[in-house]
């Protein structure tokens, strides 16, 4: 498990983490989410043991990084890309950070496999895509079989096929007990790889929670046409809609098309229409990202 309490990182000039408090559960693929310069990546770092909060702690399964008695096999983590020399081939790369961190090369193969780079594996890491750049970071993040993934913006620079890669890949991880935390400053980049939700703005936290509750309160506005619009509007309200018309149909803000559906039936009124907008998450995480 990830936590964080209290966290506050202060620059001279800014805050660029203050007072921030989140849990990133085992079992779960969990979004950092915030605009840029919203504190995600300072976070990150100070999470990695790479920058010292100003107060506060940064936890992995209860300790500060630093402070882990086998940090590079308990957590694995990508920060930025472009970090291997670009004329050593990826399977070199993965070879010298595998020396690095003591875990061995037997898993490079495999790992190649498991990103995808198997037919690239002897090509220079400078030829590379942004997406295949990717993949190596993950790669190598997994090198030493982490419980903890941390990435920073992975889905960054991967085309449909190479989200649904990701997305394979931290389910499978999270299913197997692994805790996963990944940031991004796109909620619909992420939304079909995430079980949870963690929304920043200037440092602060806006949302904590499941994906799904943050879909429930962004529920869309109804639109409902019946034979008798003005005892349909009387009878929203009654049931606590807000009511307004664009001239052809009701528009009803804060009642389910359950809800509706079931008044209107009551009321004896026959509806010819009920139809619910799909919740616009990204308006909506703006709106939180915004910190307003
Ligand atoms: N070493 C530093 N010295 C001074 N200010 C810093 C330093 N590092 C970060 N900041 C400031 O802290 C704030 C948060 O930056 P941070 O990089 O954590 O945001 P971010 O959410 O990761 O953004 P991005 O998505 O652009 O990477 C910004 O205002 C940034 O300018």
């Given at each position: 498990m990830i936590e964080t309490d209290e966290l506050t990182k202060a620059y001279r000039k800014v805050r660029a983490v203050d007072g921030l408090s989140f849990a990133a559960q085992a079992g779960r693929v969990t979004g950092f989410l915030g605009l840029n310069g919203s504190g995600k990546t300072t976070t990150l770092r100070m999470l990695l043991g790479l920058t010292r909060p100003t107060s506060g702690a940064a936890l992995i399964d209860g300790k500060p990084f630093t402070e882990l008695s086998n940090p590079l096999r308990k957590v694995g983590a990508v920060l930025e890309?472009?970090?291997?020399?670009?004329?050593?081939?990826?399977?070199?790369?993965?070879?010298?950070?595998?020396?690095?961190?003591?875990?061995?090369?037997?898993?490079?193969?495999?790992?190649?496999?498991?990103?995808?780079?198997?037919?690239?594996?002897?090509?220079?890491?400078?030829?590379?895509?942004?997406?295949?750049?990717?993949?190596?970071?993950?790669?190598?993040?997994?090198?030493?079989?982490?419980?903890?993934?941390?990435?920073?913006?992975?889905?960054?620079?991967?085309?449909?096929?190479?989200?649904?890669?990701?997305?394979?890949?931290?389910?499978?991880?999270?299913?197997?007990?692994?805790?996963?935390?990944?940031?991004?400053?796109?909620?619909?980049?992420?939304?079909?790889?995430?079980?949870?939700?963690?929304?920043?703005?200037?440092?602060?936290?806006?949302?904590?929670?499941?994906?799904?509750?943050?879909?429930?309160?962004?529920?869309?506005?109804?639109?409902?046409?019946g034979r008798d619009p003005q005892v349909l509007w009387r009878v929203f309200e009654e049931a606590g809609g807000k009511v307004g018309t664009d001239g052809a149909a009701l528009e009803v803000d804060g009642l389910s098309a359950e809800d509706a559906g079931e008044a209107a039936f009551a009321a004896g009124v026959p509806i010819y229409e009920l139809s619910a907008d799909v919740p616009n998450l990204e308006l909506l995480f703006l709106e939180l990202a915004a910190g307003r």
């Open positions: 890309q472009g970090i291997s020399h670009p004329g050593q081939s990826g399977r070199a790369h993965l070879v010298a950070q595998a020396m690095l961190a003591g875990t061995g090369k037997d898993r490079v193969d495999l790992l190649l496999d498991q990103v995808g780079l198997t037919d690239a594996a002897h090509q220079r890491t400078g030829d590379y895509s942004l997406g295949m750049r990717q993949r190596l970071a993950v790669a190598t993040a997994l090198l030493g079989e982490p419980e903890v993934l941390i990435l920073d913006e992975p889905a960054n620079g991967l085309d449909p096929e190479g989200i649904a890669w990701l997305r394979g890949l931290l389910r499978a991880h999270a299913e197997a007990g692994g805790t996963v935390l990944i940031s991004s400053h796109l909620l619909a980049e992420l939304a079909q790889l995430i079980d949870d939700a963690v929304i920043i703005a200037h440092g602060k936290l806006r949302y904590s929670g499941p994906l799904d509750d943050l879909y429930g309160s962004a529920a869309g506005r109804l639109r409902v046409r």
